[in-house]
Structures are given as C-alpha cells and as structure tokens.
Nanobody, 115 residues
C-alpha cells in the first residue's frame, strides 16, 4: 500500500528557512510525478511545486525564487526547501504522488511563519 509521510514543519520567523521532507513507501516512484501542496486556514488547497519523473519542475508564482523542490529516487523521497519565508506561507503542507493516474496524499505538516 502506498503511503506518504511528511516531516520538517514547524514555527519559523519571517525571513527564515525550513526544509520539508516526504518519504514514500509501498513501491518505487521514480517514474511518477510528485508535488507539494498547501492549505491555509479558510482557503482551498493549492499547488506549491511539482517535480516530474524526468526532473522538470513547476512552481506557483508566489513561491518562485524562494522555494526549491527536489527528489531522491533512491530514497523514494521528495523535498521542499523553503527560504525567505513569509507569514502568508503559513499553511499545512501536503505531499502528493501521482501514481499511474491515482493520486496519493500524505497527512500534512504544519508550517507557521511568524511576523
């Protein structure tokens, strides 16, 4: 069974950095796209960044130049390096795997950015 577990969230001051990790288990995922989404209180879940099997990436405009998504296929893991954090980045961050047309989600990790 495919499972995704996020870690690395926490409380950070504006301007600080955090690195989120997502560990996937249940199969190998080198041929599948993975991504990070976030959901702030009272708002819809939105795409933050995605990385395809070939390594190409896309970012939401709001995080470009600040966030970097990467993956380690040997570890079945995807990461999100977040720099220059802003209070508006406060949200629960979710990892998503697109496994041959089937989406799988982690339970999320909370990121809180204080001003």
């Amino acid at each position: 069974q495919v499972q995704l577990v996020e870690s690395g969230g926490g409380l950070v001051q504006a301007g600080g950095s955090l690195r989120l990790s997502c560990a996937a288990s249940g199969s190998t995922f080198r041929n599948n796209g993975m991504g990070w989404y976030r959901q702030a209180p009272g708002k819809q879940r939105e795409l933050v960044a995605l990385i395809r099997s070939g390594g190409s990436t896309n970012y939401a405009d709001s995080v470009k130049e600040r966030f970097t998504i990467s993956r380690d296929n040997a570890k079945n893991a995807v990461y999100l390096q977040m720099n220059s954090l802003k209070p508006e980045d406060t949200a629960v961050y979710y990892c998503k795997l697109d496994y041959y047309g089937m989406p799988y989600w982690g339970k999320g990790t909370l990121v809180t950015v204080s001003s």
